[in-house]
Nanobody, 124 residues
Framework: VQLQASGGGLVQVGGFLRLSCTAS????????MGWFRQAAGKEREFVAT???????YYGDSVKGRFTISRDNAKNTVYLQMNSLKPEDTAVYFC???????????????????WGQGTQVTVSS
């Protein structure tokens, strides 16, 4: 499975962006799709996940501001990011996994495939 993330960029505080991640080479509808981020000098952080059954989970720092969704017909997962803050600045990665459970949705190590990352910079 290959994942291609896009949609990052520079945005002002309070602005919005929509990230996309398109998958190829697998049965997209069977995969749990996640977004993680890593800021400079920090550890990777869970952002959001949408399971094969469309159940969604969010990290505490983005809950209420970010929305994850998927379009199985387009093999694409989206991350709508609203009310962006400077602390949202990071490289955002999409990930896919088939054996993700309720106890592992937030664990990056549980995902099998990763995209190349897209930079999001929120300026104040």
């Amino acid at each position: 499975v290959q994942l291609q993330a896009s949609g990052g960029g520079l945005v002002q505080v309070g602005g919005f962006l929509r990230l996309s991640c398109t998958a190829s080479g697998g049965t997209f509808s069977r995969y749990t799709m996640g977004w993680f981020r890593q800021a400079a000098g920090k550890e990777r952080e869970f952002v959001a996940t949408i399971r094969y059954n469309s159940a969604t989970y969010y990290g505490d720092s983005v809950k209420g501001r970010f929305t994850i969704s998927r379009d199985n017909a387009k093999n694409t997962v989206y991350l709508q990011m609203n009310s962006l803050k400077p602390e949202d600045t990071a490289v955002y990665f999409c990930a896919a996994g088939q054996r993700i459970t309720l106890s592992t949705v937030r664990a990056g190590s549980a995902y099998d495939y990763w995209g190349q990352g897209t930079q999001v910079t929120v300026s104040s």
